[in-house]
Every structure is written in structure tokens, then in C-alpha cells.
T-cell receptor, first 122, second 112 residues
């Protein structure tokens, strides 16, 4: 019954390497979001999943970023050929949305966030 | 544009009221949220307000929304040192994605 969990909590990698960040949403939540928070900024939207499909990936900065959610639960954000500018905290959020209720309903739309993964690219 | 703006810093004394302000740009926003972020922690949902309301009160928190001016505020009564954190406002435009557009955050420092 826990909240959203993310692993690892910290990841240090070298420029050019590949990384995977994992998100475990709240059980039963069909909507899953990835955000990126750079130092001193608010979170910025990356991608949204409804079930297994990426319904909106308009926030992904380039084709080095990719995310999957093969069984409609756990999601993995994948970053290829990491660059120093990718250093940030990557946040995952989930909401009930799509399971019950209509668009614009806070009981289904409210997003609950995980603790984030701090990615440092050296 | 998608800008949501907040003042960067607010300092208050313990026991005083704090007011954190936010302006947003999209009049089609359905819900507006306030999140709290403590050092090294994720975002904690504090409260939200539907865009057709102008006020919501929840214990020590009061949210005021001026839709005409696209201005949102969060008032914390009897501010405590445990309220020290970064506060983010966020707008949700509903629709197919319901992504949140966040402000830059306001650092609230509570002096004992």
C-alpha cells in the first residue's frame, strides 16, 4: 500500500554511458508520469503513460531518452549516451486516472510523486 | 506560453502567517495545486483548488484564486519551523494528458 517508489535513489555515471531509472507506481494507478527537475527549477514534464502505452512523449528532450511500461505497472526511463546536461532529479508520479471518473476529477487526476532519482553525469 | 511564476524566497518568523504567490498564464487550467518539497525529498501534495472556486481552506492552509488575474496564493497560518521547504504551484490543464506545469518554486525560511 506504499506510495510511489523509485530506484536507485542516486546514480552516478560517466558521460556517454547508458542508464536506466525505475519507477514503481501506487498499486492500481493506471496513469504514470515522468518529470525532470534541474537544480533550482520546478519539475518539467517528460512523458505520460496510460496503461502500457506512452500517450504523450512530447516532453522528452531528444531521442536519447526513452521510456517503457510493458505491463502497465513498473516503468523504466532509459537514457542513452548520457551527457553532463542530463544531470538532474528524475521524478515519477502516478494517478488513478483512466480507471474511474472523468477528466478533471481530482479523485482520479491528482498525481502522487516518488522521492526521485538523482542522476549525476560526470 | 506555459510559464508559471513564483517569487524565489520568503522569510517569516515562527508563528507569523506566510503568503506564497503564483501567477499562471493558461486560462484553461482545470486544477491548480500546491506541492511542498523538503530537502532531498519528493513532492508532497498539500492542497488543490478547482478553477471555478475562489477560495479553499484546509486547516492552516488557505488557497485563494483570482482567475481574472490568473493569480494563486497559499497562506499558511501560524507558520512553524517544520514548514520550511520549497513550495511549488502547478497548473493542470486536464485533457488527454493532464500534465502539470510547475512554477520555479518559493523557498520558505521560517526563523525561530
Amino acid at each position: 500500500g506504499a506510495g510511489v517508489s523509485q530506484t536507485p535513489s542516486n546514480k552516478v555515471t560517466e558521460k556517454g554511458k547508458y542508464v536506466e531509472l525505475r519507477c514503481d507506481p501506487i498499486s492500481g494507478h493506471t496513469a504514470l508520469y515522468w518529470y525532470r527537475q534541474s537544480l533550482g527549477q520546478g519539475p518539467e514534464f517528460l512523458i505520460y503513460f496510460q496503461g502500457t502505452g506512452a500517450a504523450d512523449d512530447s516532453g522528452l528532450p531528444n531521442d536519447r531518452f526513452f521510456a517503457v511500461r510493458p505491463e502497465g505497472s513498473v516503468s523504466t526511463l532509459k537514457i542513452q549516451r548520457t551527457e553532463r546536461g542530463d544531470s538532474a532529479v528524475y521524478l515519477c508520479a502516478s494517478s488513478l486516472r483512466g480507471r474511474t471518473g472523468l477528466a478533471g476529477n481530482p479523485s482520479t487526476d491528482t498525481q502522487y510523486f516518488g522521492p526521485g532519482t538523482r542522476l549525476t553525469v560526470l | 506560453g506555459e510559464d508559471v511564476e513564483q517569487s524565489l524566497f520568503l522569510s517569516v518568523r515562527e508563528g507569523d502567517s506566510s503568503v506564497i504567490n503564483c501567477t499562471y498564464t493558461d486560462s484553461s487550467s482545470t486544477y491548480l495545486y500546491w506541492y511542498k518539497q523538503e530537502p532531498g525529498a519528493g513532492l508532497q501534495l498539500l492542497t488543490y483548488i478547482f478553477s471555478n472556486m475562489d477560495m479553499k481552506q484546509d486547516q492552516r492552509l488557505t488557497v485563494l484564486l483570482n482567475k481574472k488575474d490568473k493569480h494563486l496564493s497559499l497562506r499558511i497560518a501560524d507558520t512553524q519551523t517544520g514548514d520550511s521547504a520549497i513550495y511549488f504551484c502547478a497548473e493542470s490543464r486536464g485533457g488527454a494528458t493532464n500534465k502539470l506545469i510547475f512554477g520555479t518554486g518559493t523557498l520558505l525560511a521560517v526563523q525561530p
